[in-house]
């Protein structure tokens, strides 16, 4: 049982930044793919970023070219760089980890997750 707690999340200005931090219980060293989503109010959970256990990452289009994921197995941590936020990036970010190999895209297939951390952006 894989455990995971966000950190890193507050109340921003549009045009700021914030570094989410995921920890996990365990080694992540092994873990296919580890994930960030993030669900607004009255909005299905969607995918942000993921990376896979050999770096290889994906980008929901709404984020790319202002998030980065990262993942550090020495400190079984992910990490998740937000920049240039805007409003509409408001929502609760969770982080998600998968271990066995498939589509990294879908939600149901990652089979831990954390309480999540509350991202607010104002305008």
């Known amino acids: 049982q894989v455990q995971l707690v966000e950190s890193g999340g507050g109340l921003v200005q549009s045009g700021g930044s914030l570094r989410l931090s995921c920890a996990a219980s365990e080694s992540i060293f092994s873990i296919y793919a580890m994930g960030w989503y993030r669900q607004a109010p009255g909005k299905q959970r969607e995918l942000v970023a993921t990376i896979t256990t050999s770096g290889r990452t994906n980008y929901a289009d709404s984020v790319k070219g202002r998030f980065t994921i990262s993942r550090d197995n020495a400190k079984n941590t992910v990490y998740l760089q937000m920049n240039s936020l805007k409003p509409e990036d408001t929502a609760v970010y969770y982080c998600?980890?998968?271990?066995?190999?498939?589509?990294?895209?879908?939600?149901?297939?990652?089979?831990?997750w954390g309480q999540g951390t509350q991202v607010t952006v104002s305008s």
């Open positions: 998600a980890a998968k271990t066995l190999a498939g589509p990294v895209q879908r939600p149901t297939t990652y089979d831990y």
